[in-house]
């Protein structure tokens, strides 16, 4: 008999313990499995999420919808637009008489951005001091930020080739390759092709097991202290953190079930590389389980019914999924925001899972998040200890 | 509509599928109830008197056969019944976290009672229940006994023809027992409800005016509770031998004994001639060496007798 | 029939009364939304600027420097640490130290004035919004700082006499385009945020309060009383709509009015419009979930359910990422949620200030999506008990 004084009142762990443990472990088996829908369910939803969002999410936007007014159709307003259009960010749906028109399709949402070219462009351009008119969308948050910094660079680029070749006709220039006396390459590491998916999967991974397990343990306890059947169980020389670990276990199978299917639908349905070792992101991945179960039972201990676990479940999680940075990048955030970030789980395990899956980094690199990930864990459980205890009571 | 029915089922089937196969709780159950009289649906755990009473209410759907309540079918007009019937379930679960007067209201209103009549009806109903005082009590805060008043006060509200009880003294203390049957008593008598009641206590059919003793999904017996005790045969013998096994198995094998039932450390030996079977069972046990004590004839109960017709099916 | 609004009437009493008792409850229904609205609006923003970039110059010049300065001044770049080569530029990308990186080649004053000079920009590719940013910004400086020194050369060789536009520059850009953006000319982000948002966290709630509702009593087994009952399935739905309609619609009051005299998010619609438009897209989340709740077997699945709903409303309904590229199938399912209508809805009278005449689709669809809801929570809602 091995004893841990301190921790939950002793940590004794002999023969019996582990049998009572091994008890709440299997009801709680029973009782998950033999809930087939729900199972289905939990099992399904994940999937499905993967699916919806790894076609959802869009990260360059090409394709904005545009309406033209040009006012003088020569050829000088129509190299413009055309520029517009062969970049691939923009696609002329219509073209209209005036501005008027042009603000009353975007309002209208039948185009996100549009041009107003005015009449003797051609002359302008000679004399230097032709003026375009481009006209965005501002309702649309992404929309209007990829349009504006694409019609930015367009119209700007267009503008010296024109400059280009008027200085070359003029016999100033001779050659107007390489013009510009440097170039800028740009190459992309670990996902060259901006496939979207290879940034989504591995942070989808962290998402969904994360809302999974905090949401499974919430319930497991909830439920049964409302339906009252957690009465039975405490009459029993049961200790509260062998009911604790027996109510997790289940849980962890679940969730490590839809990890695996999402790296593995990942992997091979969605083409996204695995570099990095998959035994390393799966035992942290273990370890970020327990912490979203952890946190989990810390909800459950202070809900006293299932619609108040139901609304801090949701909140928790929408918050988590703003600032663990998946979505938005996390330097761009207030110092506040950051910080209430790095009290969640999530925030920790997204390097992880993008460093170890679309990087292809070891341990070496990642020894920072896994510390915290590993203290987390312990602070998050000792809590719940804690608390589930004095819940009981 | 016949007159002077309140209840009747012919050939009532209900079944389930479960993972083990098809169960049918309810088979072939036939009853009728009269108006204004308190009938009691005897039998064990499982025996179907719960699904019984949810496919007549048309809270279950039938498998087959047919069932009426006040001449209104049960799974074509189940919102007729509903307004005309008082209904308390087994797990009688009130709304935990509305005070008593807030369930009594809603129910009241929910019934379509109107407010003039609320403001008569509920006060009395309260004083009737003992629950007055309680009014804003938290329901989830009563007592067991004092939960099930509420449930027959809150299914009284709309003053219903026909009241159903599902084990109405389930877990509840003798006390409050013994003060809920006055309760019903009363309602009887003044308002000439029909009182239809399941219940597994076999001292409770004693109260009723008519009894159905249901056995794994049918009646096996449909009679007066006089009736059903004369349905067993012979006479009641009880005595308590000093040992209990020998004597139980010398007395089973002797001429003219038609039955032996055993209660607690007692034995009851149903037989057919009472002075002349005494002598020959004192006499067979005194040759066994086995003493028996407090031998006499007894009043065969409700108990003895569904025992006996049970063993008979 | 006077009966039927009595029992709807004692059925929203009763609902309302249990809402009221758990204030813990309620009490998170109306704050939450503040709290997101909050975090969101201040967390968003898709560009990033002050990338941490490792720079590798192997020439360390006047024009090497001189780029380098010209990127640290665009605001996008903030130079971490200077390393030897590319190497080890990447090792440092590697490290999540930097998320992008420099390099340039030696001999570069030389390379430039010959005219091919290259310089290499690495970026994080497992960061999305690096790479968007970091993309965009190191092309333009680069631009700029050729178009710089383009000035240069021309000038030196001295040929103003071509004359030149307005400012008499022979090397000013031919073309000056100016870019408006409407409705939000200061791109501020809150208005970009608020509005969408609106649509987002009501829908959440919506669902959320209603897909507890029913299932809640069967579990607790309060069903069969109340079932036992003349109340008809429609009427016991009403009743449970109606008290968490309320309590939503002061949400979204509260949201507005955070968003306008808090984050300074303009109104320009029509106030009325919007209230009315709110209530029924409110309607339709509450009967949304209803219908979960009638359907679900537990509250475990009703959470599960609800939750599967929050994320298709973060990412499906066009509030970030835009719907137009979404394979079909994907739109699709966006489709089936009312708030893909509402924030088109939210936008265009909060953002846009265009009239109901500009959204009758979206309003059409909500109304229908609202009665269809309903009906089908009634049909499916158990009269008894199998």
């Known amino acids: 008999m091995r004893r841990f004084p301190g921790l939950a009142g002793g940590f004794d762990w002999g023969g019996v313990m582990r049998q009572r443990v091994w008890a709440v472990i299997q009801k709680e088996f029973i009782q ?66 005036d501005q008027a028109e042009v603000v009353r399709a975007i309002d209208e949402g039948r185009a996100q951005a549009g041009v107003v070219i005015p009449s003797h462009f051609r002359a302008q351009v000679e004399r230097g001091e032709a003026q375009a008119l481009l006209l965005v969308d501002g309702s649309d948050l992404f929309t209007s930020q990829s349009a504006y910094n694409a019609a930015v660079a367009i119209a700007e680029v267009h503008a010296t080739e024109v400059l280009v070749e008027k200085l070359q006709r003029a016999g100033l220039v001779q050659d107007s390759r390489g013009f510009l006396p440097f170039d800028a390459l740009v190459r992309i590491l670990y996902n060259p092709n901006l496939t979207d ?106 809900s006293q019914n299932q619609q108040q676990a139901q609304q801090m479940n949701m909140a928790l999680a929408l918050v988590g999924l703003l600032l663990g940075g998946f979505m938005f990048p996390r330097d761009g955030m207030p110092v506040v925001l950051r910080l209430i970030g790095n009290l969640f789980p999530l925030t920790y395990f997204i390097p992880i899972s993008r460093g170890i899956i ?26 719940a200890a804690r608390l589930f205890r004095q819940s009981l009571d | 509509m016949e007159n002077g029915v309140a209840i009747s089922s012919r050939g009532l089937v209900k079944t389930f599928d479960t993972r083990e196969g098809t169960v049918r709780a309810v088979d072939g159950l036939d009853l009728t109830v009269r108006r204004g009289e308190t009938f009691g649906l005897i039998g064990p755990d499982g025996a179907g008197k719960t699904t019984a009473t949810r496919v007549i209410l048309g809270l279950l759907r039938r498998s087959a056969g047919e069932s009426h309540i006040l001449g209104y079918d049960s799974m074509r007009d189940t919102y007729e019944i509903r307004e005309r019937v008082g209904y308390i379930a087994q797990q009688f679960a009130l709304p935990a976290d509305l005070t008593v007067m807030e369930n009594m209201r809603f129910f009241a209103s929910v019934q379509g009672v109107s407010r003039r ?109 006089e009736a059903i005790k004369k349905k067993v045969p012979g006479r009641l013998l009880e005595f308590t031998p000093s040992d209990f096994v020998p004597a139980w198995r010398a007395v089973e094998e002797m001429d003219g004994v038609l039955e032996v039932q055993t209660y607690g450390a007692m034995l009851h030996v149903f037989v057919d001639d009472v002075a002349r079977r005494r002598e020959e069972i004192e006499t067979a046990m005194a040759t066994q060496g086995i003493t028996c004590q407090g031998t006499r004839e007894i009043e065969p109960r409700m108990e003895e007798a569904f025992i006996s017709l049970i063993r008979r099916q | ?97 930097v998320r992008a990186g420099i390099v340039i080649p030696p001999d570069f004053s030389a390379r430039v004035a010959r005219g091919d000079a290259q310089v290499l920009v690495l970026l994080d590719g497992s960061d999305s919004s690096t790479v968007s940013s970091g993309y965009s910004a190191a092309l333009a400086v680069a631009q700029a700082r050729g178009m710089e020194l383009v000035v240069e050369k021309v000038n030196r060789m001295g040929m103003g006499a071509l004359g030149g536009g307005p400012s008499g520059d022979v090397t000013a850009l031919p073309i000056a385009t100016s870019m408006r953006v409407l409705y939000n000319p200061a791109r501020d982000d809150m208005i970009f945020v608020v509005p969408g948002l609106t649509a987002i966290l009501l829908q959440v709630m919506a669902i959320g309060q209603a897909a507890v509702a029913v299932v809640r009593e069967r579990e607790l087994g309060v069903d069969e009383q109340i079932l036992i009952s003349p109340a008809r399935p429609l009427e ?78 973060m990412l499906l309904t066009g509030l970030i990422y835009p719907r137009e590229p979404m394979p079909l199938l994907v739109r699709a399912v966006g489709n089936l949620i009312p708030a893909t209508y509402f924030v088109r809805i939210a936008r265009g009278i909060i953002t846009k200030g265009v009239g109901v005449s500009f959204m009758w689709r979206d309003v059409a669809i909500l109304v229908g999506y609202s009665v269809l809801v309903m009906v089908l929570a009634a049909t499916t809602f158990k009269k008894r008990l199998d």
Request: hydrophobic residues 55%.
């Open chain 1, 32 to 97: 998950t499995f033999r809930d087939r829908s729900t199972l289905l369910l939990m099992l399904s939803l994940p999937l499905l999420q993967l699916f919806l969002f790894g076609f959802a999410v869009n990260t360059t936007v090409e394709d904005i919808s545009m309406v033209v007014a040009d006012q003088s159709h020569d050829r000088a307003s129509q190299a413009y637009v055309s520029a517009l259009e062969t970049s691939g960010y923009f696609t002329v749906v219509s073209y209209v008489a």
């Open chain 1, 197 to 302: 998916l290879w940034f989504v999967i591995p942070g989808m991974c962290a998402m969904i097991l994360q809302t999974q397990t905090i949401a499974l343990t919430t319930v497991a306890v909830v439920r049964e202290r409302e339906m009252g059947t957690i009465e039975q169980i405490l009459v029993t020389p049961i200790m509260p953190i062998e009911l604790m670990l027996g109510k997790i276990v289940p849980n962890i199978l679940i969730a490590v079930v839809n990890m695996l299917t999402v790296i593995v639908l990942g992997v091979f349905f969605f083409g996204v590389p695995f570099q990095g070792s998959f035994w390393l992101f799966f035992w942290l991945a273990l370890m970020y389980i327990f912490s979203g179960l952890g946190l989990g039972l810390l909800i459950s201990t202070v």
């Open chain 1, 358 to 383: 679309t990087k292809g980094i070891g341990f070496g690199f990642l020894w920072e998040q896994v510390l915290a990930l590993l203290l987390y864990v312990i602070v998050v459980m000792a809590i």
């Open chain 2, 117 to 225: 009549e609320q403001a008569r009806r509920i006060p009395e109903l309260l004083g009737f229940a003992g629950l007055s005082a309680f009014g804003d009590r938290l329901a989830g805060r009563l007592s067991g006994g004092m939960k099930k008043k509420l449930a027959l006060a809150c299914s009284l509200v709309h003053e219903p023809q026909v009241l159903m009880l599902d084990e109405p003294t389930l877990g509840v203390d003798p006390v409050s027992r013994r003060e809920f049957w006055e309760m019903l008593g009363d309602l009887r008598a003044e308002k000439g409800v029909t009182i239809f009641f399941c219940t597994p206590y076999m001292d409770e059919a004693e109260r009723c005016d008519w009894v159905g003793l249901i056995y794994e999904g049918c009646l096996i017996a449909h009679d007066s509770p």
């Open chain 3, 1 to 97: 029939m006077r009966k039927r609004f009595k029992r709807i009437g004692a059925l929203i009493q009763k609902e309302s009364i249990q809402i009221v008792r758990d204030w813990r409850t309620l009490l998170m229904v109306l704050l939450l939304p503040v709290l997101e609205m909050f975090l969101f609006a201040y967390a968003v923003s898709l560009t990033v600027d002050h990338i941490p970039t490792a720079v590798a110059d192997m020439s360390m010049d006047s024009q090497s420097q001189a780029f380098v300065n010209a990127l640290i001044a665009s605001g996008y770049f903030d130079v971490e640490t200077y390393v030897a080569d590319e190497k080890a530029a990447v090792r440092a990308i590697d490290e999540g130290q």
């Open chain 3, 236 to 313: 016991i739905l009403v009743g449970k709509m109606a008290p968490n309609l309320v309590l939503i619609v002061v949400d979204m009051l509260i949201i507005v009015l955070f968003g306008i005299f808090w984050f300074g998010v303009p109104f320009r619609g029509n106030p009325w419009v919007f209230g009315w438009l709110s209530l029924l897209f409110i309607v339709s989340g509450l009967g949304l979930g209803l219908l979960i709740s009638t359907v679900a077997k537990t509250q475990k699945q009703a959470q599960q359910i609800t939750m599967l709903f929050m994320m298709l409303c």
